[in-house]
């Protein structure tokens, strides 16, 4: 561990975009590590900061020493920092909390204003000579004590900085700082040694005389292990201590995320294009930085081939990363990886309580995790040797996270590799068209499984025309004759069914009988859904819900037929037509509860589920033997939204729910339904053909200038008041515009698309305009956006307003 002395460079866990010089006091001299978290002083309050080193700039006028360092160890190793910095750099995103996003949450000491209002300001609240936003203030402070931030989004309207001041002034409120300590610490047990054996023991209680007797088989013992033997053990230790007996001592132990004990299994011989994929990753393993495309068909055996390189790394002493698109998948490959790798597997992903990804993260540091499996966020496991990078199914949209820091785990995959110096994987049977795109133009290379294991055949996929069936009554317009009669076979033969529709809830498309409206959700531009099982309707983008007996909003009539079809009615419609036929559902709404996942999968597994209906997480590498049949109710869902990829997520989804049919000793067969069985994205997925599908869909992308042919970045702003939003992004598109315009010649080959209003005009509240920023020259579109954000700093923080940079956008609607 390096210690720092003197000057440090720190990044400050607040929304500014560079870092700043603090200085070291003696007494913390020998704490002071880069990868720390230290408490430091920034204008009037005390903040977190994070040590990235010595400091490179010292010309930072006012120089303060730091407060306290907050940590015995670091949280992240010296060779992350560039990593930081050009997350923050290419997502414009603020440095300190770029790292903030990146280590477990709950771990942040930070201070906050609390604004209490005095006797004197209850009596003044009365005063007829108040402002109306003064009186709202007020109204709110009676309510008790009330954090400045809360105060300020509880107040949906600006309040003048002078406002406080003077109620300060004035003695109305008394405003103190507090200070907010972390939330997630080290879980410390007691356990318990054996003292003094030459005391007697016979004059003992039963009891106490048990405790001592375990010890001495024992070297020490858990408390909590005690106690199962000896109920009241909790208070026996204490005076057994004081008279010598035993010691007591407290122990980091790290809480478990794993559910059940593993059976080890041994690596399997490989077929030829495995050892093929394997050999020729593994050639490059000290070679530095080297990137690979796994294109492997469902089934071919992609898992085995990543344990195996993996094996290959952890033998030349380097770590391994595996990110996964889904909790739901973790479980399974976490699984696998531990029963061939053990105790070394740590898993990373948002499922975990605060205090258990705490102690994962621990692990890592500690060097005992020398694999790490996570969804998206694992990309920022703390690791210092890393041998590999694998990313699996890394065509999946879920590697893109929106909301707060805007990243994509799979490309920061391929950035971290090329610091690190080592390989990367991404696979994927499937491949994103950006990633084939880059094999095509030697920027990866391409490792291919082009074969099922064991010569097992992809499955047969027959097509089936929805539009036959439109006049069709009730749940056989969805379950057509062909699929029932397919599903009614399969059950006879005791083998299992798979499907697939796209779609949650019970009807998701609740119309008024009397008036034809549909049911809105409040504060979204979207309908809602019914979920019977929860007897609600409910909004799928903010929340929202209503009980499911809510009338009409426009007509007040409580008639309301349930249009639309989901994974919850389906489930109902099916216990109707096959009555012996064990049915289970996975979904977000069967899955949010700890364990469930691995339940629902157990059921499918031991074949006590004869079919199984999903979203599209049942779509995502699971492997189950016994399926043999997968319907897909209606492939079209997702080609009509208004976005360049919906072709490609659709042939991808339709290719990997397929792909789950035969995978065991029987062949598999698919009856995918769809109202347009012409589109080449179902014709390509039909005949599992991706070459096809590529070949079409790459033209389309170079005629259009789309990616990967251009680069883009999205505006979105959104604010709760439409006009203001309105103007707000109109504003914005000017200064765009005149950029473009005052540096022609830099910027000639930028686009600005925009500004309009965002196809879901609104989500949660606000209103949504967008400005679509495109250009071939990548550096060119980022230096734009640079400017622009410096040229019109003011415009881009915006109390109300509020204007999203989204790089490499993927959610565009
Ligand atoms: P993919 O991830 O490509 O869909 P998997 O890695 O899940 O495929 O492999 C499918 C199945 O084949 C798994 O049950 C796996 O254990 C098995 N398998 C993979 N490679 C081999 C092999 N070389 N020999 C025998 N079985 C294998
Ligand atoms: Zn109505
Ligand atoms: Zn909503």
Request: net charge positive.
């Amino acid at each position: 561990m390096k210690i720092l002395s003197g000057y440090i460079e720190v990044a400050v866990a607040l929304p500014v975009f560079h870092t700043f010089t603090y200085i070291v006091p003696e007494p913390f001299k020998d704490h002071a590590a880069p990868g720390t978290r230290i408490l430091v002083p920034f204008g009037r309050r005390r903040v977190t900061g994070y040590i990235f080193g010595p400091s490179r700039n010292s010309d930072q006028k006012e120089l303060k020493p730091i407060l306290d360092v907050l940590d015995e160890q670091p949280l992240f190793p010296p060779g992350m920092v560039p990593f930081f910095r050009w997350i923050a750099d290419y997502y414009k995103y603020p440095i300190g909390q770029v790292v903030k996003n990146a280590l477990p949450g709950g771990l942040n000491v930070y201070e906050y204003s609390l604004i209490t209002l005095t006797e004197q300001g209850r009596r003044a609240h009365k005063s007829e000579q108040l402002s109306p936003v003064a009186k709202i203030v007020l109204n709110q402070l009676l309510a008790g004590p009330c954090r400045l931030s809360k105060l300020y989004k509880k107040i949906d309207q600006k309040i003048p900085a002078t406002l406080l001041y003077n109620f300060e002034q004035s003695g109305w409120i008394t405003r103190k700082w507090e200070l907010k300590r972390a939330s997630t610490k080290a879980r410390l047990e007691r356990f318990i040694r054996l003292g003094d054996t030459s005391l007697p023991v016979d004059r003992l209680s039963k009891p106490r005389q048990k405790i001592i007797e375990l010890l001495k088989n024992e070297n020490e013992i858990a408390v909590n292990k005690v106690k199962a033997v000896v109920p009241t053990a909790a208070a026996l230790i204490k005076p057994l201590e004081s008279a010598g007996y035993l010691t007591i001592e407290h122990k980091r132990v790290y809480r478990d995320p794993f559910g059940e004990p593993i059976k080890p299994d041994v690596a399997p011989a490989l077929n030829r294009e495995q050892q093929r994929a394997v050999s020729h990753a593994c050639q490059y393993l000290n070679e530095g930085y080297h990137p690979f495309l796994l294109n492997g068909v469902t089934g071919s055996g992609k898992t085995e081939v990543y344990m195996q390189v993996a094996a290959e790394v952890l033998k030349k002493g380097r770590l391994v990363l595996v990110l996964v698109p889904e909790i739901a998948l973790i479980t399974q490959i976490e699984r696998r990886f531990r029963a061939r790798f053990g105790e070394c597997v740590c898993v990373l992903h948002s499922g975990l309580s605060a205090g258990e990804r705490y102690d994962q993260w621990t692990r890592i540091l500690l060097g005992e995790a020398t694999v790490a499996i996570g969804a998206r966020s694992a990309i920022f496991a703390p690791f210092g040797n890393l041998g590999v990078i694998i990313v699996d199914e890394e065509h999946d949209a879920s590697y893109k996270q929106e909301g707060t820091l805007r990243y994509n785990a799979r490309d920061l995959a391929v950035v971290r590799a090329k610091q690190n110096e080592c390989i990367v994987i991404l696979g994927s049977a499937t491949p994103s068209i950006q990633s084939y795109y880059n094999v095509t133009t030697n920027k990866f290379a391409e490792l291919t499984l082009s074969k099922r294991v064991e010569a097992r055949h992809l499955p047969d996929i027959r097509i089936v025309d929805l539009r036959q069936t439109r006049d069709a009554r009730g749940i056989q317009r969805f379950i057509t004759s062909e699929l029932q009669a397919a599903m009614k076979e399969t059950l006879d033969r005791g083998e299992q069914v798979l499907l697939f529709l796209n779609r949650r809830g019970y009807a998701s498309f609740p119309v008024c009988g009397a008036c034809g409206e549909a049911m809105r959700c409040k504060y979204c531009d979207i309908t809602l859904t019914l979920h019977q099982r929860s007897n609600a309707y409910r909004c799928h983008y903010c929340g929202y819900s209503r009980a499911a007996t809510s009338s009409c909003d426009i007509c007040g009539s409580a008639k309301i037929k349930h249009l639309g079809l989901g994974t919850e009615k389906l489930e109902d419609s099916l216990t109707a037509l096959f009555k012996n036929a064990r049915v289970a559902r996975m979904d977000r709404d069967t899955t949010s509860r700890k364990g469930s996942i691995i339940k629902i999968l157990k059921g499918v597994k031991n074949n006590s589920t004869d079919i199984l209906v999903g979203t599209q997480m049942v779509a995502k590498g699971h492997d189950f033997p016994n399926i043999t049949l997968v319907g897909i109710i209606c492939a079209d869902l997702s080609l009509s939204f208004p976005d360049f990829r919906a072709g490609e997520r659709t042939f991808q989804l339709l290719a990997q729910v397929a792909g789950r049919a035969g995978r065991g000793d029987r062949p598999g067969r698919v009856i995918l339904q769809t109202y347009n069985p012409e589109h080449f994205c179902i014709s390509a997925a039909r005949n599992q053909d991706f070459n096809s599908f590529y070949q079409q869909e790459i033209s389309f992308r170079q005629a259009l200038a789309y990616p990967p042919f251009t680069r883009m970045i999205q505006l979105k702003i959104s604010g709760k008041d439409p006009h203001e939003t309105e103007k707000h992004a109109n504003l914005i598109g000017d200064h765009c515009h005149n950029l473009k315009i005052n540096h022609s010649a830099h910027y000639q080959s930028l686009k600005i698309m925009g500004p309009i209003e965002a196809s879901l005009t609104r989500i949660a509240g606000r209103y949504r305009w967008q400005i679509l920023l495109k250009d071939s020259n990548a550096g060119a579109l980022h230096q734009f956006i640079n400017q622009l954000r410096s040229e019109c700093h003011s415009d881009f923080s915006h109390r109300r307003i509020q204007v999203a940079i989204d790089v490499d956008p993927v959610f565009l609607m």
